[in-house]
C-alpha cells in the first residue's frame, strides 16, 4: 500500500464525502489537490482555460518549493525534467565582473535535504496535472466559477462552460453553458486576479502598471557554444547582471538557455495584459551599455516577448476566509489569491517564491509566487488531513491564516526591499551595494543579496509546512481545552 493509500484509509470516513472544489488548475491549485487526495477528500479542480497552454518560461524552485513537491511525493518526477543549477552567481551591469557568488549544488541539498532546481513550466504543471489526476482529482478545463452568485448556504457554485472557444470568440452569448456544483468547500487559487479575492473585498481588482516590464529570450545551446557563452551554460549557473533601473537573469534548463530582461517601461504607449512580441532593436537601445556577453545574447536569440509587470490595487483583505456561522459553504484563499507579491520585483521575488517573471494578470492561467503558493498548500492540505469531524474546517482555516500571513508579508516586504536595492542607479549608493557584495565574505545579516543572508535563508528555505501544520493545530486543541 503507498503512502497516499495509508493516508487514505486511515482519514474519517467523513472526508470522502467532503467535497472540496479548488478555484484555479494553476501550480499551486495542482499541488492542494493531490494533497488533498492523500486525505481522501473529494476533490473538484475547474480552471477558466480550455487547455493547458503553456508559455514556455523556466521557474526557480528553491528549498521550499522542493520541500513542499517532496511531501506530495512528486518530487522525484520533477527532478527528471529540472536541472540543478551549481551556484547563484551575481553580476555588474557593464563589463559582467562576479560581485558575489552562491553555492548552490550541492550545498542547499547537504544543508536542507533538498535540492535547488530550475525547470520548464510546461514540463512542471503537466506533472502536478497528471499527479492530481492519478490520484483521483476532479479536473474541469474551460469552466468558470461565479463566486458572486454562490450559494454559501446550500453550498452552492455556479459555472459557466465553454463548449466552443471559437464559437465565443464569434458570439459571447453562444457556446456556453451553465452548470451548478455541489460544495462544501471553496479553495480560490486563481491568483492575483482572483474573483474570490475581488468578493472578499467587496469591489473588482483593478491592475496598475509598476513601470517595469520584462523581456524574455531563449537561446539554443548549441547556439551558445558557437556564440563562445559556454561559461554561461557549464557548469549550469543561475547568472544575475545588476544594473541601474533595470536587471537581467539567465539559466539553462534542459535544452536551452532562459534569459530575462527586466527594464522600464515608460516607453510603452499602453497598458496590456499577457505577452507581446518585441523587437530585437527595443532591447539593442537599452543594454548596449551592458556586458558584452548580454549584448551577444541580445542578438542572437528566438522566442522574444515582452510583459508588462502589472500589480493589484492595494486592497487590505481583513481575512483571506468566508466562514459564516450556519453556512454549508466555507471559502478561503491560498496562493497569489491570497498572498500576492509586488511584481516589480521580479528576480528577487521569484527566486525566493519561484517564479521568474510570470504575472497572474496573462490570460494563460500564470501563477506567481508559487514557492509561498507551494507552502500554503502543503499548510493547508496538512491541516484538513487532521480534521476529525467537519466541525474542525472552519476553526483549521483560522489556523491556516495566521499561520501564512506573518510569513508571507515578511518575504513580501523583504523582496520589495531587494528589488530597489539590486536595480539602484550609477552612484553612491550602487558603489557601496557592490563594494559590500565583494568584502562581506562570507555574507551576514543585512546582505545585499538576502537568499545569501544566513539567517533569512534558513528561516525561508527550512519551512516545513506538514510540521508547522501539525504543531500549530496541536496548539489550538490545547487552548480549546484550556478555555473550555
Not at 499602453?270 to 530585437?280: A, H, I, S, W
Amino acid at each position: 500500500m503507498t503512502s497516499s493509500e495509508q493516508a487514505a484509509a486511515s482519514s474519517p470516513a467523513f472526508h470522502s464525502q467532503y467535497r472540496v472544489v479548488i478555484v484555479g488548475a494553476g501550480l499551486v491549485g495542482l499541488l492542494l489537490a493531490i494533497v488533498l487526495r492523500r486525505a481522501d477528500y473529494h476533490v473538484v479542480v475547474i480552471d477558466k482555460d480550455g487547455e493547458l497552454k503553456e508559455i514556455g518560461a523556466g521557474i526557480i524552485l528553491p528549498a521550499n518549493a522542493c520541500r513542499a513537491l517532496a511531501q506530495a511525493n512528486v518530487l522525484d518526477k520533477v527532478k527528471s525534467c529540472a536541472v540543478a543549477p551549481n551556484a547563484w552567481v551575481s553580476h555588474s551591469y557593464q563589463q559582467g565582473g562576479i560581485l558575489a557568488r552562491m553555492e548552490l549544488d550541492p550545498y542547499i541539498q547537504d544543508q536542507y535535504n533538498v535540492p535547488f532546481l530550475v525547470i520548464h513550466r510546461p514540463d512542471l504543471r503537466r506533472i502536478l496535472f497528471e499527479e492530481a489526476k492519478a490520484r483521483g482529482a476532479c479536473i474541469h478545463l474551460a469552466t468558470t466559477a461565479d463566486v458572486h452568485r454562490t450559494d454559501f448556504s446550500n453550498g452552492l457554485i455556479h459555472a459557466t462552460v465553454t463548449d466552443d472557444v471559437e464559437m465565443v470568440a464569434r458570439n459571447p452569448d453562444n457556446g456556453r453553458k451553465e452548470r451548478t456544483l455541489q460544495a462544501d468547500l471553496v479553495i480560490a487559487a486563481d491568483g492575483q486576479q482572483s474573483e474570490a479575492r475581488a468578493f472578499l473585498a467587496g469591489h473588482s481588482n483593478q491592475p496598475l502598471p509598476t513601470g517595469k516590464m520584462v523581456n524574455r529570450i531563449l537561446i539554443g545551446i548549441d547556439r551558445m557554444r558557437e556564440l563562445g557563452l559556454e561559461d554561461l551554460i557549464d557548469p549550469p549557473c543561475i547568472h544575475v547582471w545588476l544594473g541601474p533601473d533595470s536587471m537581467a537573469v539567465g539559466y539553462l534548463l534542459k535544452d536551452v538557455f532562459n534569459f530575462v530582461l527586466v527594464c522600464s517601461s515608460e516607453c510603452e504607449p499602453e497598458v496590456y495584459l499577457g505577452p507581446r512580441e518585441v523587437e530585437k532593436e527595443e532591447l539593442r537601445a537599452v543594454f548596449q551599455d551592458w556586458d558584452p556577453r548580454i549584448r551577444s545574447l541580445v542578438e542572437n536569440g528566438h522566442g522574444y516577448l515582452k510583459w508588462l509587470l502589472l500589480e493589484n490595487e492595494d486592497i487590505a483583505l481583513s481575512s483571506w476566509i468566508h466562514a459564516a456561522e450556519g453556512d454549508k459553504l466555507k471559502l478561503a484563499l491560498t496562493g497569489d489569491a491570497a498572498h500576492a507579491i509586488v511584481h516589480w520585483s521580479p528576480i528577487i521575488v521569484r527566486s525566493c517564491t519561484m517564479e521568474l517573471f510570470f504575472s497572474r494578470l496573462t490570460p494563460d492561467n500564470s501563477g506567481s509566487g508559487a514557492a509561498l503558493g507551494f507552502e500554503s498548500a502543503t499548510v493547508l492540505g496538512a491541516l484538513l488531513e487532521q480534521a476529525r469531524q467537519q466541525s474542525d474546517i472552519a476553526p483549521m482555516l483560522s489556523v491556516y491564516e495566521s499561520l501564512r500571513r506573518p510569513r508571507t508579508d515578511l518575504v513580501k516586504r523583504v523582496t520589495q526591499k531587494m528589488g530597489q536595492e539590486w536595480m539602484l542607479p550609477d552612484g553612491p549608493l550602487q558603489a557601496d551595494r557592490d563594494r559590500t557584495f565583494v568584502e562581506e565574505v562570507p555574507p551576514s545579516q543585512g546582505y545585499p543579496n538576502a537568499l545569501q543572508d544566513p539567517f533569512f535563508q534558513t528561516w525561508l528555505y527550512s519551512f516545513d509546512g506538514e510540521q508547522e501544520a501539525r504543531e500549530a493545530w496541536r496548539l489550538h486543541r490545547e487552548d480549546s481545552v484550556d478555555c473550555a
